[in-house]
């Protein structure tokens, strides 16, 4: 049965489309070279052959050789799609034969228009591909004659109630929105080229008639398989029911300094200096979670993962034997290859394909490499923060700051965006370098006000008493009150 919609064949760009084209009209997909639009545009044909629809491809820039080529690389069969490759006839192409009395523009032009009804009125296809409208803008040599071939073009096709993707590479004129008028909708392709790292692509649907699309821009990539399009993440989209019952560890002594636990649902930001240990404060809360039945997934952008495997074995949590039983998905980032939207996608197919529960994202500072400036990457943390929570999952965001003692400097303030803030500082007493925790901040009820030393070996973290008889233990350098109160051993 076909659908009401003619779907792209992309599955993010039908979301982004509410659906796909409506049928019987006519789109403009335009970009500069390369950004990907004869891949969006096969893919376009091989969903209609998919639907048993009749499929035809008309390129005026690109063989077709060139064309089954590029099919080729991601492993598609052109079966089912009838490539036309419109080139000159021969006497246009011999200078000798060209008539003198007209332009031979005005030759090529209607030569052009004619072969391409006479394909299309042999092939009777449900959907066309047109590769590209910059060579019928070079023949038309004015805006007006441009917009009379559109436009025939236009109605021609509608009469048979085809559905047309007409692709702009751009080349010519940059600033002629004639077919923008014309066609029922115009989606636009974008390349961004960064400092350092891979090119990075966004779509963006700049018109659509009769449709509410989801507007903005959404990252996109072409990988082997084809172009894919990650949509912007909307979190008030996305609302699960759960219980919010409290998160605990199996240290008492940490649980009592979170009031009794993390509520379900909530966002926990980890903050402190490199070493102090934010990544094990994580993952003690992931060796829990999975103790309780539940699955959890942990993005690392800093760290290499067969490191903090054999690392986070040091501390008694074997992170190998949760990965092989499927309770754990461990994925290492590389944040100048990965795109934002991409990010978000991966995240999303974690909580809602493998049912995690808890996700640690280690660390912002890895993150932030990957967004284009510090305004962009508080939005979309947010959103991706926001969604976590409604879908019942706990989320532990890492942070270093700059420096070690004294005076620490965050990157980006994300602090107001997290639900509870724990802080980790370094501190010298006894002529020893020690750690301290504290939760300054959590909105989902009381917690300790106290400071307490912790260390980290072989039986994880461990907590001792508050830390009374010391003052200015955040700021690096205490002074002793009193008896110490501080824990046994050498504090590593």
């Known amino acids: 049965m076909v659908s009401n919609d003619a779907r792209t064949g992309i599955a993010g760009l039908d979301n982004v489309l509410r659906g796909g084209f409506d049928r019987s009209r006519s789109f403009l997909l335009e970009g500069s070279p390369g950004t990907g639009k004869t891949t969006v545009a096969l893919q376009f044909l091989l969903a209609g052959v998919a639907e048993g629809e009749r499929c035809l491809y008309v390129t005026l820039s690109e063989t077709e050789d060139e064309l089954r080529a590029s099919a080729a690389s991601h492993g598609w069969d052109l079966a089912g799609i009838d490539l036309y490759e419109l080139i000159p006839p021969e006497n246009l192409l011999d200078e000798h034969q060209q008539q003198s009395l007209l332009y031979s523009s005005d030759l090529e032009l209607g030569e052009t228009t004619k072969r391409i009804f006479e394909v299309f009125e042999r092939v009777r296809p449900d959907r066309v591909v047109l590769d590209s409208l910059s060579e019928i803008r070079l023949l038309a040599q004015s805006s007006l004659r441009y917009r009379r071939q559109i436009l025939a073009l236009k109605h021609y096709f509608a009469k048979s109630s085809a559905t047309v993707l007409m692709l702009d590479d751009l080349t010519t004129d940059t600033n002629d929105k004639t077919v923008h008028s014309v066609a029922h909708g115009v989606i636009r392709i974008e390349e ?192 991706i923060l926001q969604y976590l929570n409604r879908q019942g999952v706990t989320t532990f965001l890492t942070v270093a700051q700059h420096g070690l003692v004294g005076d620490m400097q965050t990157p980006v303030d994300v602090t107001y965006l997290a639900d509870t803030v724990i802080l980790l500082r370094y501190f010298e007493a006894l002529g020893q370098v020690r750690r301290a925790i504290s939760i300054v901040k959590k909105r989902t009820g009381p917690h300790e006000n106290t400071i307490r030393e912790y260390r980290i070996d072989q039986k994880g973290i461990t907590l001792g008493a508050p830390l009374t008889k010391f003052q200015g233990v955040l700021r690096g350098v205490p002074v002793m009150l009193g008896e110490d109160g501080l824990l046994e051993g050498d504090g590593a």
């Open 192 to 383: 961004l080229t960064p400092e350092y790292g891979a090119e990075r692509r966004r779509i963006r649907v700049i018109k659509y008639r009769g449709r509410r699309f989801r507007g903005g821009f959404h990252d996109a990539t072409i990988q082997e398989g084809g172009f894919r399009v990650f949509p912007r993440l909307v979190s008030a989209e996305h609302r699960a029911d759960f219980a919010r019952d409290l998160v605990i560890t199996d240290k008492p002594e940490f649980n009592a300094l979170l009031g009794g636990g993390i509520e379900r649902g909530s966002s926990v930001l980890v903050l402190g200096p490199a070493g102090t240990g934010k990544s094990s404060v994580s993952l003690t809360f992931v060796r829990t979670a999975i103790e309780r039945g539940e699955r959890a997934a942990m993005f690392v952008f800093d760290e290499e993962i067969s490191l903090l495997v054999q690392r986070a074995r040091g501390i008694g949590i074997d992170l190998q034997v949760m990965i092989d039983a499927g309770a754990l998905h461990l994925e290492q980032v590389d944040a100048a290859e990965l795109s934002p939207g991409e990010f978000a996608a991966r995240v999303r197919d974690c909580v809602e394909t493998r049912g995690a529960r808890t996700v640690v994202i280690d660390s912002l500072n890895g993150y932030q490499a990957a967004m284009p400036g510090e305004q962009a990457l508080v939005l979309h943390l947010h959103e």
